[in-house]
C-alpha cells in the first residue's frame, strides 16, 4: 500500500469512493453526489488551509482517502480538526483504513495539532471500532440530528488528544 497527498488527478476515484456511502447509506449526510469537479475544490481548499489530505493506493487502485478539517471557525480552536476517513466498499476489512487513519494522525500530531474529533452517524460499528482501536473516546452523542431516507439518525463524536496536556 502506498500512502500520499492527494491531487486532483485523485478527484474523480475520490468522488466514486465518497458517492458510494452518499447515495447508499447515511454515513454521510450529503444527499447528492459529488461531481469530480466539487472534489477537487473540496481537495484544493483542505490543503489551502495547511492541512493534509491524503488517499492509499493498493495494487496501483485508489482504495480510500482520509484528511482533516478545521473543527470550527473562532481562533481559539485552531488546534483541533475533525478527521474523515472512507474506504471503497472493496477494501474494507484489509487494514488499509487503520493505517491510512495512522498516517493522518501523524501528520496532524507533525503538524503541532492538539485534538482529532470523529463524527459518525449512528450505527456504525467499524468506524467505532476503528476510532477507539487508534485511541479515540466517545465524548458526545446527539440524537436524531440527521434526517436521511426517511428516518432520523444520531451523530457520535470520538476524540483523540494528540498533545500533551
Do not use: C
Not at 447515495?23 to 472534489?39: G, H, K, N, Q, R
Request: glycine content about 10%; aromatic content about 10%.
Amino acid at each position: 500500500m502506498n500512502i500520499r497527498d492527494a491531487s486532483a488527478a485523485d478527484a474523480e476515484s475520490i468522488a466514486a469512493i465518497y458517492n458510494h456511502f452518499v447515495l447508499t447509506t447515511s454515513i454521510s449526510f450529503e444527499e447528492a453526489a459529488v461531481a469530480p469537479a466539487e472534489m477537487t475544490q473540496r481537495i484544493a481548499d483542505v490543503q489551502a488551509a495547511g492541512l493534509p489530505w491524503l488517499v492509499a493506493e493498493h495494487d496501483g487502485i485508489l482504495a480510500g482517502y482520509a484528511y482533516a478539517t478545521k473543527w470550527r471557525a473562532r481562533h481559539a480552536y485552531r488546534f483541533a480538526v475533525e478527521s474523515t476517513v472512507y474506504l471503497a466498499p472493496t477494501h474494507g476489512g484489509q487494514g488499509l483504513g487503520t493505517k491510512l487513519y495512522q498516517a493522518l494522525i501523524e501528520r496532524l500530531r507533525a503538524a503541532g495539532l492538539h485534538t482529532v474529533i470523529g463524527g459518525i452517524a449512528l450505527p456504525n460499528p467499524a468506524s467505532i471500532a476503528l476510532h477507539e482501536k487508534l485511541g479515540f473516546v466517545k465524548v458526545a452523542q446527539f440524537g436524531e440530528v440527521g434526517f436521511k431516507f426517511d428516518r432520523w439518525t444520531d451523530v457520535g463524536y470520538w476524540q483523540l488528544k494528540l498533545g500533551a496536556d
